[in-house]
């Protein structure tokens, strides 16, 4: 019972400062995967893995309470639609699903490319979302014996 | 050095982590040689001039060791020893396996030679990519303009895969006490 | 053409893991191991010799860039590959909650 209440106060510690830099460089690799190697599937799963630290450090309880898993699973449900959305935004707009409708704007601009950039950033919170909550879904599973 | 030979030599290292991986007894050094595979692929593809993918492996890797090990780490469980005919079974399959190399060694000769692709479609791509998305990473310009049916396709499959993990952890299985019952109504 | 055989035995040793192993832990590695020589080999179709990475910068060439299209594809095959490993995973959990073995020969019945 006492292992299950996550590891030692130094992981604890550490973890309290790395978690933000980690989900930091996930929003990072999002946004710029228009221009730099990375892009929503990259930076996805490097904010699975951030909320999967905690998961591991301070155990599956304080996650929980933590973090709202019903309100993530909202969040991946509804970006799953947005995409949709955005699909069917580009047959009344731009006259095909999935055209890229908004302007495209100057080449190596952060702002740029359409509807590359929203789409990258959904497709990061579906992953990250999704591939979180099967991690936890499985940590939660008791299979060991004696536990 | 070229490319091919440093692949080369990541291939072979790879192999040889595989065999390791299905062959050895403990759970935790199959799983490590299974890190190898995987570190290696994605060295390889920052050889083959693949950035996006090297990093997506790299992350596929932690993200799978952690799966793994959680789930399958002190696991005890009575392996039953494989009989004879099971080992002759493995060596007919492995001599197939090899028949398989064999034969279709002749079909790779049929494809381009490594280094040399086709570039039908690919060349518009290049071409008109910047001026058609305005992305100058020309990857997410295919995943997300040309081609986003496919990461639709994929968005899909992920959930479904996802909601499947989450139905079957859901559901509350019989214990062990309760399969001695079953196999006595079975009989 | 040696890269494309080797690569190619990879796959066969990920098959033959599959055939003949009887245990679920092997079984679902051997998956693992088929889906990374695929990738590899679809990678290895869209190397060109002396060409660098398919993303514009100032300065650098269009014609001396590698085939931007596996890449897209094989982008995906990484992430479905990841969900489908899980759903593995949670498969064989719940397998060992039932019989408490990973042997496939001892998981007989298909009911209940």
Redesign the interface.
């Given at each position: 019972m006492r292992q299950n209440d996550g590891m030692t106060l130094i992981v604890k510690t550490v973890t309290r400062i790395s978690v933000w830099m980690i989900l930091l460089y996930g929003i990072y690799i999002i946004f710029h995967g228009h221009l730099s190697p990375g892009g929503g599937f990259a930076g996805g799963v490097i904010i699975a893995l951030a909320f999967l630290n905690v998961m591991l450090a301070y155990g599956r309880k304080f996650t929980s309470d933590w973090l709202n898993i019903g309100f993530l699973h909202d969040l991946e449900s509804a970006s799953a639609t947005l995409f949709l959305v955005i699909g069917i935004l580009g047959i009344s707009i731009g006259g095909a699903f999935l055209a890229n409708f908004i302007t495209k704007g100057e080449l190596f601009a952060l702002l740029s490319a359409g509807t590359i950039l929203p789409l990258n950033i959904i497709i990061g919170i579906k992953v990250g979302m999704s591939l979180f909550l099967v991690a936890w879904v499985l940590a939660g599973s008791k299979t060991v014996k004696g536990e | 050095m070229p490319v091919e030979y440093w692949l080369i030599f990541i291939l072979i290292v790879m192999i040889i982590a595989s065999i390791a991986a299905l062959e050895m007894e403990d759970v935790l050094s199959s799983i490590v040689a299974i890190g190898v595979v995987g570190l290696g692929v994605s060295l390889s593809f920052l050889f083959l001039q693949a950035p996006d993918l090297a990093i997506v492996q790299f992350l596929f890797e932690i993200f799978a060791l952690i799966i793994l090990v959680k789930a399958f780490m002190g696991k005890e469980y009575h392996k039953e020893e494989p009989s004879r005919i099971n080992k002759i079974l493995a060596g007919i399959t492995v001599i197939t396996l090899a028949a398989i190399f064999i034969f279709s060694v002749s079909v790779f000769e049929l494809l381009p030679p490594f280094g040399e692709p086709l570039m039908t479609t690919s060349q518009y791509y290049l071409d008109k990519g910047a001026q058609d998305t305005g992305a100058a990473n020309l990857v997410s310009s295919i995943i997300l303009d040309y081609r986003a049916y496919d990461t639709l396709g994929e968005i899909t499959v992920l959930f479904t895969a996802i909601l499947g993990a989450f139905t079957i952890l859901r559901i509350k299985t019989k214990s062990k006490k309760d399969k001695t019952e079953f196999s006595h109504a079975a009989k | 053409?040696?890269?494309?055989?080797?690569?190619?035995?990879?796959l066969?040793?990920?098959?033959?893991?599959v055939?003949?192993?009887?245990?679920l832990?092997?079984i679902?590695?051997?998956i693992?191991?088929l889906g990374?020589a695929v990738?590899?080999l679809l990678?290895?179709?869209?190397?060109?010799?002396g060409?660098?990475?398919?993303?514009?910068?100032?300065g650098k060439e269009?014609?001396q860039?590698?085939?931007?299209?596996p890449?897209?594809?094989?982008?995906?095959s990484?992430?479905?590959?990841?969900?489908?490993?899980?759903?593995l995973?949670?498969?064989?959990?719940?397998l060992?909650?039932?019989?408490?073995?990973?042997?496939i020969?001892?998981i007989r019945?298909l009911k209940?």
């Open positions: - | - | 053409m040696i890269v494309y055989l080797l690569c190619f035995v990879l066969l040793v990920g098959l033959y893991g055939l003949t192993k009887r245990d832990i092997k679902i590695l051997s693992g191991i990374y990738n590899l990678i290895l179709f869209a190397y060109r010799k060409s660098i990475y398919p993303i514009l910068a100032k269009v014609s860039m590698v085939d931007p299209l890449q897209a594809l094989v982008l995906t990484i992430v479905i590959e990841l969900g489908t490993t899980a759903m995973v949670a498969l064989a959990i719940k060992f909650e039932k019989y408490e073995t990973f042997d020969t001892q019945r209940g």
